[in-house]
């Protein structure tokens, strides 16, 4: 059974000379059935994700190890989804504030630029400026404005392909520190 080395699902029935099996670390789905001497520890079937037993009486104290293990081993990996997800996040509301601080700050800039345009212009008129017309001023501020605001969600795509990718990077931290953790963990464990 050792050469079964890509076997991810298998059903036995009815064997009832069957005493163990060996391990098969590619098993997946396994299903026993009315093999009444069959006992054997699974805890060497490390892909395991899905069994049934029915009708070995031997074999249910190795069951209800497996299940009580397998529900801790779920509940860790609910656990570990959800510290990823909070941790994701959090990198998400800080890569927000980073740009809206930088979006705030470009903007200031752009209304800084606009005054001193129109401080340029008020000087070059003289008093005629004072004069000029301010709805139709107000008309070309606003126009201006919007320009930068199309030059600025432009940028935003770019800055959306960089977000992406510094996610994308912060995932993959993320990644790196837990299996950290889980050496730490099982190291602490064997010790």
Known sequence: MRSLKRLTRMKICNCNNLVTLVALYSLQVLYLVACPVLAFNLEAFTTLSQLKINACP??????DAWMKNNEERRRAATEEEERRRTWMKENEEQWRAIEEERRRIWMKEIEKRWQAIEEDKYH????????????????????????????????????EERRRTWMKEN??????IEEERRKKKNLHERN
């Open 58 to 63: 031997k074999m249910q104290i190795y069951y």
């Open 171 to 176: 995932k993959e931290r993320w990644w790196a």
């Open 124 to 159: 070059i008129r003289g008093e005629a400026a004072k004069e000029y017309g301010s709805e139709e001023e107000e008309e070309r501020r606003r126009t201006w404005m919007e320009e930068n605001e199309k030059q600025w969600r432009a940028l935003e795509k770019e800055e």
